[in-house]
Nanobody
């Protein structure tokens, strides 16, 4: 089956940086869009950034500037660079892939397990 695995999270001090990775594996025909979300305990899941396989990117207005999404669709991997981390950035960061598994399939979305980012002094 399709699997998404995020990595790169951890404990970082305010002002620090992290680079998260999302690797997709399994039977994949085409990945169309990869998206990073985040969710803190007790809060709704929040869209962080998206990237299409043509390179178009979009960001949450409140996060634009500190977050940079990139992708290597040939390697089935997306990245999220986070700079100038703030306490409120603490959350589980999850990856979502909009993809087609075969030429016969419709597009569907798959989720990774998430990677924990903790910003603390």
């Amino acid at each position: 089956q399709v699997q998404l695995v995020e990595s790169g999270g951890g404990l970082v001090q305010p002002g620090g940086s992290l680079r998260l990775s999302c690797a997709v594996s399994g039977s994949i025909f085409t990945i169309y869009i990869m998206t990073w979300y985040r969710q803190a305990p007790g809060k709704h899941r929040e869209l962080v950034a998206t990237i299409t396989n043509s390179g178009a990117t979009n960001y949450a207005d409140s996060l634009k500037g500190r977050f940079t999404i990139s992708g290597d669709f040939a390697q089935k991997t997306a990245y999220l660079q986070i700079n100038s981390l703030k306490l409120e950035d603490t959350a589980v960061y999850s990856c979502n892939a909009d993809l087609r598994t075969t030429r016969w399939s419709g597009r569907d979305q798959y989720w990774g397990q998430g990677t924990q980012v903790t910003v603390s002094s």
